[in-house]
């Protein structure tokens, strides 16, 4: 098992510009999350999945949509890049619907000038 | 929604010493408290948890204990060795969400 993958591990953006950010995991997991690490504020949330085709937000959901069409993959997507999302995204995955330990991938470092 | 806190953000031991960390939630719906540990350029990873039906847990040289009442749950590390120092964030969990602390920073001297 490869476990969560994100990729790319590091990118570089001018602002206005949109991307996304790709993760999958091979664990057959229906808990899937994004967080963005800032310094000094730990871990948030942006937007969360119990399931494929189901998805909602989390504290901080503003500039970002995720999709999820498949239980495997749970795309990331920056519409209008701005400085403020600088950050180091994390994506996680856990086992069903409930409270479960998650596994989170090696992360995406991006800076947005 | 949740808001959960931690403190201190910052902790030095002398390698064998123990360390305390304590996060309080103020959600009383919260179910369920990881603990992780994130080493530098790391992804955070998982080192024990503990669901609100349980006073404590333990895990070798590590336990969480919880408080439901006072809404506070703590990591305590024992006999701490260099390997240790890392940042170590709690969570709460409800609702499907995650809501994590800032973090603190160990330092485990030699």
């Known amino acids: 098992n490869a476990g969560v993958t994100q990729t790319p591990k590091f990118q570089v953006l001018k602002t206005g510009q949109s991307m996304t950010l790709q993760c999958a995991q091979d664990?057959?997991?229906?808990?899937m999350s994004w967080y963005r690490q800032d310094p000094g504020m730990g871990l948030r949330l942006i937007h969360y999945?119990?399931?494929?085709?189901?998805?909602d937000q989390g504290e901080v959901p503003n500039g970002y949509n995720v999709s999820r069409s498949t239980t495997e993959d749970f795309p990331l997507r920056l519409l209008s890049a701005a400085p403020s999302q600088t950050s180091v995204y994390f994506c996680?995955?856990?086992?069903?619907?409930?409270?479960?330990?998650?596994?989170f991938g090696d992360g995406t470092r991006l800076s947005i000038l | 929604g949740e808001n959960v806190e931690q403190h201190p953000s910052t902790l030095s031991v002398q390698e064998g010493d123990s360390a305390v960390i304590k996060c309080t939630y103020s959600?009383?719906?919260?179910?369920?408290f990881p603990w992780y540990k994130q080493e530098l350029g790391k992804r955070p990873q998982l080192i024990i948890d503990?669901?609100?039906?349980?006073g404590e847990k333990k895990d070798q040289r590590i336990a969480v204990t919880l408080n439901k009442t006072a809404k506070h749950f703590s990591l305590h590390i024992t006999e701490t060795q260099p390997e240790d120092s890392a940042v170590y964030f709690c969570?709460?969990?409800?609702?499907?969400?995650?809501?994590f602390g800032s973090g603190t920073k160990l330092n485990v001297k030699p």
């Open positions: 999945s119990v399931g494929a085709g189901i998805t």
């Open positions: 503990i669901r609100s039906n349980v």
């Open positions: 996680a995955s856990s086992q069903g619907q409930g409270p479960q330990p998650q596994h």
């Open positions: 664990m057959n997991h229906e808990y």
């Open positions: 959600d009383s719906a919260s179910n369920y």
């Open positions: 969570a709460g969990y409800n609702f499907n969400k995650f809501y």
